[in-house]
């Protein structure tokens, strides 16, 4: 078995005075004291060796432990309980490792700290700004009609009618917020049952078919499906997600373009449903945080569309729940593909 490191020290440490004793009773005995016996003279080495072995290592394990209690003591983040003289001062080495393993981990805990404070700092000024802007809008155009334009009709119909589009956007951003606050909870439930996916996609193209006319887009599928196809999920959440990708992509399509939605096979226990338009597309530098909460390609453009800036992120967060992938395509001026897959029927 390999000598722990302050063993080793112990010993060449005894070796060398051994050495030196042998030295100093060889010139005793030949010059001063005269004749001992043999016997006499081995057990003496062997007598002086061993106090000197553990002599040694007994001061060695103290002085090191002395310090490295020091240094426990000194930085505070270090928790003197995990320091055994028996064991981890045995070896400097393990304790070198074991510090460094310890500051690593502070490193990365710092870091991911620091990303989180970012993150919070971003969804505060976020949120704030997508409420006050609506806000603002409600509070002018009533202002204004309490200061007298309530006696005009065609004013006032037109400033209530605004009005009540800031409050729509306001309900928007609350009921998305409210959705990612349940889907970020871990008591979150997924109801899983079969159904027809072709059957809900549809459901969806006749939800929005008026939005999709208003410019001019057509809702489709891939090709003609001769058979259902079912998979097993819960059904109210991948209706969402369904009405966000496809409400996304009659925002940002192309006008007089196509959605075409379609279902293929991923794999053994996989359906891959893609969501495809041939509006502007997205440019490379956006794509990483396009799920971001609030995150918008075009400010102006988005604000325009209406919406609350979280379809994404909560595609993102049903998905994930399911234990699915969601997935983009994009070139810039030709337009995008989002998929998510989606699990088989068995």
């Known amino acids: 078995m390999k000598l722990k490191r302050t063993y080793a020290y112990a010993f060449w440490s ?16 030949f010059y001063l004291i005269g004749n001992f016996g043999n016997f006499t003279i081995i057990i ?5 060796f061993l106090i000197s072995f553990f002599l040694i290592q007994y001061r060695a394990e103290n002085f090191i432990y002395r310090r490295l209690k020091k240094i426990y003591n000194e930085v505070s983040i270090l928790d003197i309980k995990n320091l055994k003289k028996d064991s981890t001062i045995i070896d400097i080495e393990n304790i070198s490792k074991s510090v460094q393993e310890f500051v690593e981990g502070k490193r990365l805990e710092i870091k991911s700290l620091t990303e989180r404070d970012s993150f919070r ?9 997508e409420l006050k802007t609506p806000l603002f809008t409600v509070q002018g155009y009533i202002l204004t009609l309490m200061e007298g334009a309530i006696n ?21 951003v609350i009921k998305d917020l409210d959705m990612i606050a349940k889907l970020e909870n871990d008591g979150m439930k997924i109801n899983l049952e079969v159904f027809n996916i072709l059957e809900l996609i549809q459901n969806v193209f006749d939800l929005f078919e ?37 409400v996304n992509s009659i925002k940002y399509g192309k006008p007089n373009g196509t959605t075409i939605v379609g279902v293929e096979s991923y794999n053994e226990s996989k359906f891959i449903v893609k969501v495809t338009d041939d509006g502007e597309g997205i440019q490379i530098q956006h794509l990483p945080r396009l799920f971001e909460r609030f995150y918008r390609v075009d400010q102006s453009r988005s604000r325009e569309q209406g919406g609350s800036g979280l379809g994404l992120s909560i595609v993102k967060h049903i998905l994930e729940a399911h234990d699915e992938n969601i997935l983009l395509k994009s070139t810039y001026g030709e337009g995008s593909e989002f998929s998510f897959t989606i699990e088989k029927a068995k």
Do not use: C, W
């Open 152 to 172: 005009d009709k065609q004013i006032r119909m037109k400033y209530l009618d605004r009005a009540n589009k800031g409050v729509e956007r306001l309900v928007a």
């Open 14 to 29: 005894a070796f060398y005075l051994t050495i030196l004793a042998i030295i100093i009773s060889a010139v005793s005995y």
């Open 44 to 48: 003496a080495i062997l007598t002086l």
């Open 210 to 246: 008026m939005k999709a006319k208003k410019r001019n887009i057509t809702l489709k599928f891939d090709r003609i499906y001769e058979f259902p196809v079912f998979v097993k999920a819960d059904i109210e959440k991948i209706e969402q997600v369904l009405i966000n990708l496809i």
């Open 121 to 129: 700092r971003d969804f505060l000024g976020n949120v704030a700004h």
